[in-house]
């Protein structure tokens, strides 16, 4: 059975890959993860706020104090090489995650803005990262700004992280694009070489009692995986030499494989991971085997895109023909007149 894939230009091993979480700061636990079939993993994000926070700091603490001996500040103040911030805990990580594993590590970036945060993926390309991935986690909530600047946004941080390496980019987006086969079409080309479909924006909460916001942290469901799947098989083959990859809702075997019918080349993993540990996903690698072996197929490339919008008689099923068709099989429960 032969379950390879190729992402990013990367030869893997089969489509699953857990994705950007806390598992990946534990060499072990990375090692767990690939004992149980993980066929390259991607590491936590590195976020622009800290990147910045910490190097103004650190100019601060370093450079603009006022001692009152200024002849003896040259002599007394400590060099900053001699200080290990988060990215130089980061770059370690990933040092030791490829000496370690025998997969492909894909470090993470997050932020907004192409500003000199990005010039760190210089240090990740020599630290051995094998590719990475670009999370632009913007909330347009400025109303002044239009869809076509938020678009920009987008590529200005990809066109300026694509200047710097010459690794494979991942793009994870939201699908929150007026047209987003559009804009995955610019992004390939400025440089991006899959994208991942799609991010989820966390909701913030209001605490009723406290009068005020709080944080709160919702796993996804299997249900989160069809908004991906239906845009992965709109896209799928559509454009020449661009991965695609699936993240969010990915808790069962049935989840992967039905995002692989809809032409996905990997499949992300990461609450299912968190709820149930490294081991569930061999659960789910066996899942698709023994799926295959029942379908007859051979391998991953013989059903890969067998149900998207290039192969299915009426195409419109992913689009508007869906809701109807939905709206109609609905039957109400008893004793419900509509």
Excluded at 167 to 181: C, E, R, V, W
Aim: hydrophobic share 45%.
């Amino acid at each position: 059975m032969d379950l390879s894939t190729n992402y990013l230009g990367l030869a893997l091993k089969n489509p699953l890959i857990p994705s950007a979480s806390p598992l990946s700061k534990s060499v072990a636990t990375a090692r767990e993860l690939e004992d149980n079939g993980a066929s390259a993993i991607i590491m936590w994000s590195l976020f622009e706020e800290a990147v910045t926070a910490e190097s103004e700091s650190m100019v601060r603490f370093l450079h603009h104090q006022e001692t009152g001996f200024g002849e003896a500040e040259a002599g007394f103040l400590p060099a900053f090489d001699d200080f290990q911030n988060g990215l130089d805990l980061y770059l370690d990580n990933v040092r030791r995650l490829k000496e370690s594993l025998g997969i492909p590590v894909i470090a993470s970036l997050n932020g907004v803005t192409p500003s000199g945060w990005i010039r760190t993926a210089k240090d990740l390309e020599q630290a051995g990262a094998d590719a990475l991935e670009l999370n632009v986690y913007y909330i347009a909530a400025d109303i002044n700004n239009s869809g076509a600047q938020v678009e920009e946004r987008y590529l200005s941080v990809l066109r300026e992280l694509r200047g710097q390496v010459a690794l494979p980019i991942n793009m994870k987006l939201s699908p929150a694009f007026s047209s987003l086969g559009y804009t995955v079409q610019q992004m390939a080309a400025a440089g991006a070489n899959g994208v991942a479909l799609f991010n989820r924006f966390y909701q913030p909460d209001i605490d009723i009692t406290a009068l005020r916001l709080h944080p709160r942290l919702q796993p996804s469901t299997s249900a989160d995986a069809l908004l991906a799947m239906r845009w992965i098989a709109i896209l799928y083959g559509r454009i020449d030499g661009l991965s695609l990859g699936a993240t969010g809702g990915v808790h069962t075997p049935a989840d992967a494989i039905k995002l692989l019918l809809a032409g996905a080349d990997v499949v992300h993993l990461c609450s299912s991971l968190l709820a149930r540990g490294p081991k569930h996903l061999a659960t789910i690698l066996t899942g698709v085997t023994d799926w295959m072996g029942e379908q007859g197929f051979e391998s991953v490339a013989d059903f890969r895109g067998r149900v998207s919008a290039l192969t299915i008689p009426n195409p419109a099923e992913f689009e508007r023909a869906n809701y109807m068709n939905t709206l109609d099989s609905y039957s109400a429960g008893a004793g419900v007149m509509i």
